[in-house]
């Protein structure tokens, strides 16, 4: 283990993947988003249920990075649901759908070069009015990623890209999510780097949270997601167990290339 790691629903919508677990607490049906006059999701529909890692797959452009960014407020969806929890979330503002227990980890991590990196982490914590709860957090991130205890005073810039991706997922976790998206938290990275965040994910989901997480490595989505969407041109073009996913080559190679 890296030294970094964190020690009854309603019919699914078209296109969702029925799983055995109790019921979703992510469901999005039917989300359409555009930019400008570009369509860029036509009608979207998913479920994510407790305690699941699921994965979003597909090639450049196909959509997933966008499918996150309504999730969490950034976009506004033209048409659609998203629910949470039971509660209808679609074009709430990001910051209450953070305060309802969603957080989003962007890609290409975005922390703050010129911060230190417990001045990054105390940023997740921006909802919380208590000082002392925000330390509590802290030290909880601290007792997680014992990396980042190391650095505490080294400024966000000078992280290795491994490191600022764990300072990013950290950064997240301060808001104690029950559900963290991740987007192509392996973006940039070496292969034994990689496979470092994808133990960290594996142990955050161990630890309770549920995680839906868009990737482009197939190898590495399928490896850590029970479940899996492939993505393409704003469309799910297929939804499976990975393990199927896995031994259909085919398929694959039909929407992603390879």
Known sequence: MTAM?????AAAPAGVVPTDR????????GLKVAYGNATALHGVSLEVHAGETVALIGANGAGKSTTLRAISGLLKARTGTITFEG??????APDRIVAAGIAHCPEERHVWPGMTVEENISLGAYLCRSKAEVQRRVGMAFHRF???????????????????????IARALMSEPRLLMLDEPSLGLSPKMAEEVFEVV?????HGVTV???EQNIHNALSVASRAYVVETGRIMAGRRSED???DPDLLRAYLGG
């Open 245 to 247: 996913l896995r031994g």
């Open 87 to 92: 509660r209808s979330i679609a074009n709430l």
């Open 202 to 206: 594996r142990s955050i989901n161990a």
């Open 146 to 168: 014992p990396r980042l205890r190391e650095r505490a005073r080294q400024l966000a810039g000078t992280l290795s890209g491994g490191e600022q991706q764990m300072l990013a």
């Open 5 to 9: 790691l964190v020690s009854a629903s």
């Open 212 to 214: 839906l997480l868009v």
């Open 22 to 29: 109790a019921g979703p607490v992510l469901v999005v049906d």
